[in-house]
T-cell receptor
Framework: AQTVTQSQPEMSVQEAETVTLSCTYD???????LFWYKQPPSRQMILVIR??????QNATENRFSVNFQKAAKSFSLKISDSQLGDAAMYFC??????????FGSGTRLLVRP | DAGVIQSPRHEVTEMGQEVTLRCKLI?????LFWYRQTMMRGLELLIY????????DSGMPEDRFSAKMPNASFSTLKIQPSEPRDSAVYFC??????????????FGDGTRLSIL
């Protein structure tokens, strides 16, 4: 069965600095998608970034970028120039042809002013 | 465009009562997903529909839970009878296509359910 692991329950970053959140997954599939979702205290689930497994190029969305290592089954999220509004829970998620989103346990990001 | 709309936002009820959670999909979307979020189990998929048809309900915890799509834009998740362990945040999400694709799921704001 596919699993997603986020080993950092909580991370802290100084405003304007860079932080990297880790995610590993396990699958026997070769074709799948990976996502990072943000959940602020308002509890909305907001899509931050997504990566297609068949693409070697790492996805980027403004200050957010990923480091996708397919062989290592690793999918980390880098947030540059951290802002107070980035404080939230971040969930890594996996989806394959079953069309189910499988989520990690989440990482709480604290941003220090 | 309106996003996925869930109601109610909060629900508090006593054990044994019937609970109905509602979800309106984004216009044009034809896939619907119900998730449950708890501290112990995190985010887990309960059931998903494609074109009003349940495709996978393997995540539905037990017979007390049922979900329906009476039409293409609306879904309900019902718990009868409710128990304190059902307390959680329930999310609905929709997606524009039922086939495997990279279309992301768009989430509603969730319903926080508390069973006393």
């Amino acid at each position: 069965a596919q699993t997603v692991t986020q080993s950092q329950p909580e991370m802290s970053v100084q405003e304007a600095e860079t932080v990297t959140l880790s995610c590993t997954y396990d699958t026997s599939e070769s074709d799948y998608y990976l996502f990072w979702y943000k959940q602020p205290p308002s509890r909305q689930m907001i899509l931050v970034i997504r990566q297609e497994a068949y693409k070697q190029q790492n996805a980027t969305e403004n200050r957010f970028s990923v480091n996708f290592q397919k062989a290592a089954k690793s999918f980390s999220l880098k947030i540059s120039d951290s802002q107070l509004g980035d404080a939230a829970m971040y969930f890594c998620a996996y989806m394959d042809s079953s069309y189910k989103l499988i989520f990690g346990s989440g990482t709480r990001l604290l941003v220090r002013p | 465009d309106a996003g996925v709309i869930q109601s109610p936002r909060h629900e508090v009820t006593e054990m044994g009562q019937e609970v109905t959670l509602r979800c309106k999909l984004i216009s044009g979307h034809n896939s619907l997903f119900w998730y449950r979020q708890t501290m112990m189990r995190g985010l887990e998929l309960l059931i998903y529909f494609n074109n009003n048809v349940p495709i996978d309900d393997s995540g539905m915890p037990e017979d007390r839970f049922s979900a329906k799509m009476p039409n293409a834009s609306f879904s309900t998740l019902k718990i009868q009878p409710s128990e304190p362990r059902d307390s959680a945040v329930y999310f609905c999400a929709s997606s524009p296509t039922g086939s495997y694709s990279n279309q992301p799921q768009h989430f509603g704001d969730g319903t926080r359910l508390s069973i006393l």
